[in-house]
């Protein structure tokens, strides 16, 4: 019986190789996109923050920069969530004592770390104190160490030499400092302690405390001593006793790459970002990639109907029957799925490379790549293989279980109803991702963006189940007027009647390309536009003090109408969907509300701004509404260095897409910032005044680079590295549903060929046939659009609605691109294959 089955398939694979070569196609480019993104989320998982400063220390101390959030969700144990902390979370100065105390201990060496800039050049530093230069362990090339508060050593990157000067602003004040030393390294300054003490502003704490053992200690030794002693003092963080209850955890003891956490602030949420985003675009990607599979080995088994219901006739049985197509499919489908995995290696190396050079990936995220990395495209391709198999024994089931009588009638054309239950099916599919649109509705952000996703997709699905009927309705728009076409028409009418389920079958990768494409181009873009609309509206300033500086100073100067010093940070707010406990980060601004609406207007709608104070925050339009928040609600709020407190609802305004679903008066977020890179002074010059003569008078005044203003728009520190995965995500996935579109296309072209040569012989002209196949290439790629597009409105509009209460905005130019590739794509499809028949 085997060697039977074998014949059977290895004939097949013979006589239909042309028909299996655009299958092939198809099967290379998924396997190809699934390995590759496998690769992605893998060296993803296994990323971690670049070890510099404490290379030299083998145990490092710092303080717990995560936040966490715990409910229970309906019918179910309690579960917890979190998210990272993008300010710093320091660490009391008493630990220093403790850590002294602990066996093996050589030194401990508290660290600070200063983000400073010089005020002649722009560049950046980051201040430490000198004896933070042995955790690195940094050595001094040049000259000799700080011992004066004007005094400082700089890195050899730096390109500085001893007995230079160098004048750095941090925190709004500028100094001038003697250069006395280099040493090695790149970015940093270091000053005596006590200054830099001084220029941290925070006494009493540190940021980091690096551990050095004493000869003959290992590393596992001094980790567990310093665990510890820690534990036994029940050392904490300096915001442990202002956290959410629950949320205060003991100090984090760091070793190997783990020590790289307490440089690289922004690394472990850009990590957890992208680790997020892939995840939700590999399982598009893997629902796409089986979704083409599956329609291309339907559609080439069911061209093949007649003949395996003629095997079914002469005698084969099921299972004879079942087997010979599964090795038929199975030994087309190996070679490609292999080779794709090979094309995802340098695809994967391809979009590392892009996200480096591009400057979206953190400097201080490293992604390893270690050679077992490389087999897990093996797996994916096993994945695509087992997709087409177990789709081949979908496809020849009919065809398995007919009774042998009825076999032959079939083999002769003999019609087949699709069937109730698949129509019961799609229509259930449809209304699926008509409710998950409707959820996106009550959402906004992240939440309402993947709702969008996941019913257009859905959709599609559905759209692809109801084929034949969408093809029927088609038809009965466009019948009527194809057959007043001539006999071109005619043809082209009579085709696409009499072979509905092909139809079908041709629409379905169309309106998938169209769906996806319009609805993830469609969503960023309306949240673009809508994003720098606001922007541009609420910006009124005419200048922008780069770093601070004195605001009293910046209001003297003559022709300033206003000033309004703002600073940027990032916030968690913890929440339930479906029970569910979630953490949402928000990028958040901080004002001062002395002529704020001169430099900077949310547009308020309730309550006013002049309350705005410590212990208040105004609340964006979209968000109030989402929460029935009102003036005086209270808000509970996680800032960035962990504390939590809980606000009163003092405004909602309306520009929160541009600047915040959350603005706070510049003392309370300021507070809970770490780093003085994200405070600015906006300016607001007198009308008919001379701007640059008032940007002269200021950047003299306050020594500090005066810029005009650019509209302000709100992202978080991970925005340029999703930005820039999604931009990705969508050229490939779009790519490789367009090469959907033309394998199935070209597949069914193929099958088509003994059909056009008998309409030839019969005596149809070869312009009648030529012109029934660009009639029928335009029906289909008609409809394509028209049900694909339909499908995007659904969730774009309920995405709009969520988070911009505006229509969907589409540049037309992307517009115009979407309908001539597909365009051109579905008629090379449908030309080129039957092209030698229609001669």
Known sequence: MSSAQALLAARARRVHRRAWTAFAAALVLASALLGSFALAITSTALGHARVERYAGAPVVVAGDQTTRYTAKPWGSDAETVSAVLTERVRLPSSTLDVLRKVDGVRAVVPDLSVPL???????????????????????????????????????????????????????????????????????????????????????????????????????????????????????????????????????????????GLAEQLDAPAARTGALELLAAISATVAMIAFLVISSLTAQALRQRSGELALLRAVGASPRQLRAAVGREVLRVSVRPALIGALVSVPAFLGLLHLLRSGGALPAGLELPTPAWLFTAPLVTAGL????????????????????????????????????????????????????????????????????????????????????????????????????????QGKLAAAELTANMPRFGAAITPIVLVTAFVVVQLGAGATMRHTGERQATAALHADLKVTGGGSLDAIRRTPGVRAATRIVRSTVVVAGKEAGSPELDRLPVLGVTREGLTHTLDPRTVKGSLDDLRPGTV??????????????????????????????????????????????????????????????????????????????????????????????????????????????????????????????????????????????????????QVRGMLRTEAAVVTLTGLTVGTAVAAVPLLAFSFATSRTLPHLPLAQAALITAAVSATACAGTLLPTRSASR
């Open 384 to 487: 695509t293989i087992g997709v087409a198999r177990l789709s081949a024994l979908f496809g020849c089931a009919r065809a398995a279980r007919i009774r042998p009588a009825l076999a032959l009638g079939e083999a002769h054309g003999a019609a087949t109803d699709s069937g109730q239950g698949r129509r019961i099916a799609g229509l259930v599919l449809l209304g699926l991702g008509a409710s998950s649109a409707g959820v996106s509705v009550t959402q906004s952000g992240a939440t309402a963006a993947t709702a969008a996703s996941t019913a257009a997709l859905t959709m599609v699905i559905g759209c692809a189940v109801l084929g034949p009927w969408l093809a029927r309705g088609a038809l009965a728009v466009l019948g009527p007027v194809l057959r007043r076409r001539g006999p």
């Open 117 to 259: 800039r010089s005020t002649v050049d722009g560049r950046e530093f980051h201040g430490h104190p000198w004896g933070a230069a042995e955790l690195g362990p940094y050595k001094l090339l040049k000259g000799r160490a700080p011992a004066a508060a004007d005094e400082v050593v700089v890195s050899a990157g730096e390109g500085r030499s001893p007995g230079e000067r160098l004048r750095l602003r941090g925190y709004g004040e500028a100094h001038t400092y003697d250069v006395v030393g280099v040493t090695e390294g790149e970015g940093a300054a270091y000053f005596t302690d006590s200054q830099a003490r001084t220029l941290a502003g925070h006494p009493g704490s540190v940021d980091a405390i690096g551990v050095l053992p004493r000869p003959g200690v290992s590393s596992g030794q001094l980790y567990e001593g310093v665990r510890a002693a820690l534990d036994e003092a029940g050392a904490r963080d300096v915001s442990a006793p202002h956290r959410a209850k629950g949320d205060a955890r003991p100090l984090r003891v760091l070793t190997g790459d783990g020590r």
């Open 618 to 767: 105004s609340v964006g339009s979209d968000r109030a509404r989402a929460q029935g928040l009102h003036v005086g609600s209270q808000v509970q709020v996680r800032f960035g260095d962990g504390v939590e407190r809980t606000l009163g609802v003092a405004a909602v305004h309306e520009r929160g897409l541009a600047l915040g679903e959350l603005l706070f008066s510049y003392a309370e977020l300021a507070r809970h910032v770490s780093s003085p890179d994200a405070v600015d002074v906006l300016v607001a010059t007198d009308p008919g005044a001379d701007i640059a003569a008032v940007r002269a008078r200021l950047s003299q005044a306050v020594g500090s680079e005066v810029t005009e203003t650019r509209p302000l728009h709100l992202t978080l520190p991970d925005h340029a590295l999703n930005d820039r995965l999604s931009g990705i995500a969508v050229a490939a996935i779009g790519g490789f549903t367009m090469i959907a579109v033309l394998s199935t296309l070209s597949l069914i072209g193929v099958g088509r060929r003994p059909g056009l040569r008998l309409l030839r012989r019969v005596g149809a002209g070869r312009d």
